[in-house]
């Protein structure tokens, strides 16, 4: 069983940084791309960072400049680092990873959910 934990989100002021971080374990024998989505109230989930194996990264225009994706591959762990918060950046982060577990394929794991909010 693979399971994806994130910690690290909270509230913080306009201006302000946070860091998430998200570790899978379990049965892992190899994760190809891991991200970031994010989903305010009424509103769709987002991607907000993604990073393949090889560490190439992408960001919309949104977040970019500002947020920064990487990884751990040896701790099979993700981190999102958030500078300059926006209220707008308000929402559920969710931590997403492409793992295939051994002996099966590559599936899409999500971990809980892990909330930030911004004050103005």
């Known amino acids: 069983q693979v399971q994806l934990v994130e910690s690290g989100g909270g509230l913080v002021q306009a201006g302000g940084s946070l860091r998430l971080s998200c570790t899978a374990s379990g049965s892992i024998f190899s994760i190809n791309t891991m991200g970031w989505y994010r989903q305010a109230p009424g509103k769709q989930r987002e991607l907000v960072a993604g990073i393949t194996s090889g560490r190439s990264t992408n960001y919309p225009d949104s977040v970019k400049g500002r947020f920064t994706i990487s990884r751990d591959n040896a701790k099979n762990t993700v981190y999102l680092q958030m500078n300059s918060l926006k209220p707008e950046d308000t929402a559920v982060y969710y931590c997403?990873?492409?793992?295939?577990?051994?002996?099966?394929?590559?599936?899409?794991?999500w971990g809980q959910g892990t909330q930030v909010t911004v004050s103005s």
């Open positions: 997403n990873a492409n793992i295939s577990p051994y002996g099966m394929g590559y599936t899409d794991y």
